[in-house]
Nanobody
Framework: QLQLVESGGGLVQPGGSLRLSCAAS????????IGWFRQAPGKEREGVSC????????NYADSVKGRFTISRDFAKNATYLQMSSLKPEDTAVYYC????????????????WGQGTQVTVSS
């Protein structure tokens, strides 16, 4: 069974940067599309970004376009979310998730989830 573990969250000032990592084990990562989601207190889980199984297709939520970059390293079986120009409204628990082949911004279609990592943007 595929297992995902996120890391890289923390406290950062507005305008700062963080890089989140999603390490996979159990199955070869190239078979899966990886999505990053976030959930703030009292809000629904929302899609942030996704990268297809091949790495050739990436999607971003409008709220993060131009600030976040998703990438994957097949050799390390890992996916990354580089976050720049962070804003207080980016504060949330960030999750990575996997599904077969293609991206989706719907969390209900993903089969595997990590435990989440907290990102707090505050001065």
């Amino acid at each position: 069974q595929l297992q995902l573990v996120e890391s890289g969250g923390g406290l950062v000032q507005p305008g700062g940067s963080l890089r989140l990592s999603c390490a996979a084990s159990g199955f070869p990562l190239p078979a899966y599309a990886i999505g990053w989601f976030r959930q703030a207190p009292g809000k629904e889980r929302e899609g942030v970004s996704c990268i297809s199984s091949s790495g050739g297709i990436t999607n971003y939520a409008d709220s993060v376009k131009g600030r976040f970059t998703i990438s994957r390293d097949f050799a390390k079986n890992a996916t990354y979310l580089q976050m720049s120009s962070l804003k207080p409204e980016d504060t949330a628990v960030y999750y990575c998730a996997a599904r077969d082949l293609w991206c989706s911004d719907r969390p209900d279609v993903y089969d595997y989830w990590g435990q989440g990592t907290q990102v707090t943007v505050s001065s």
